[in-house]
């Protein structure tokens, strides 16, 4: 399935975007580097696990801020070899409205320079430094089916469960525990109750963690079982 379109953006204080069709800021109003590193990195413990071939996925990749953190992490630990990095995402953010979020982060600026050109002649396939980038468009509940690959961490950074409820069905999760390595993980920013049911009944060993700028639960998990699929999720269509 292509990308449906590109998505229309407000901007809070001309430099955070908001969804408009989810009225939804696209990273925390207190600060998306620091919230992407409590929720993701930490929430995956990826500063104790990463190595050569290490492959995360993400569910949402936004503003690509989540893989900046990732790649300002790998280069500090300056460890030799490649990461691999899949993201999945429905609307992808047009390039020039990508450079003004990024603008917000100057620390990153040095490794968002090549992925804003490659995103602006219309790449998916990206390399960065130590990061082999795959950028898979189109709804999730249709491409991840198709993926044919696994990941040993997940970035789930849909937007909010209540506004976007397609990204947090029993159904994806279920997908997202299939491409998941044995003891893999995910991180997430929502607690909700239905999630953590569904990554549940998925295979993963759930547990909530202290959320960041004072919200009060987030998600981590560890896969532990052998995923079965529900009925609705059997199918492939891809």
Known sequence: MPPTAQPELDWKDGAIPIARAFDDPYFSLAGGLAETRHVFLSGNDLPGRLTHGFHIAELGFGTGLNLLALALLWQEAGSPGTLRFTS???FPMAAPDMTRALAVFPEAAAISA???????AGAT????????????LGDAR???PAWREKADAWFLDGFS???NPEMWGEALMAQVARHTTPGGSFATYTAAGHVRRAL??????????????GKRHMSTGRLT???????SASHNPG
């Open 88 to 90: 999945f995402e429905a």
């Open 142 to 144: 249709q491409t991840l």
């Open 161 to 163: 469960p209540a506004k």
């Open 200 to 213: 549940s009944a998925a295979g993963f060993a759930v547990t909530r963690q202290p959320g960041f700028a």
């Open 125 to 136: 396939e990206i390399a960065l430094p130590g990061i082999q980038v795959a950028l898979i």
């Open 114 to 120: 090549p992925l804003l050109a490659a995103r602006a």
């Open 225 to 231: 079982a052998t995923p079965s699929l529900p009925a």
